[in-house]
């Protein structure tokens, strides 16, 4: 991701983003609509609610 010096990125991280590389790095599909995120704007480790139904889970996202 492209960002400023202060590690502020020029576009923002979407849910659908974040869908698009997991299905890229481990083949699953998740739906955009189940993962519980604000659009990240800044470099670094976030962390990622995914829900569906009473199931849910985290995982950690890094953006570089």
Same mark, same amino acid.
């Given at each position: 991701?492209?960002?400023?010096?202060?590690? @502020?990125?020029?576009?923002s @991280?979407?849910?659908?983003?974040?869908? &698009?590389?997991?299905?890229?790095?481990?083949?699953e599909?998740?739906?955009?609509?189940?993962? @519980?995120?604000?659009?990240?704007?800044?470099?670094?480790?976030?962390t990622?609610? &995914?829900?569906?139904?009473? &199931?849910?889970?985290?995982?950690?996202?890094?953006?570089?």
């Amino acid at each position: 991701a492209k960002a400023n010096d202060k590690g @502020v990125l020029f576009k923002s @991280v979407t849910p659908r983003d974040v869908s &698009l590389e997991i299905k890229n790095l481990t083949g699953e599909n998740i739906d955009e609509k189940y993962l @519980v995120m604000d659009h990240i704007k800044s470099l670094g480790k976030h962390t990622v609610i &995914l829900r569906k139904g009473d &199931l849910e889970g985290e995982c950690e996202v890094i953006v570089e």
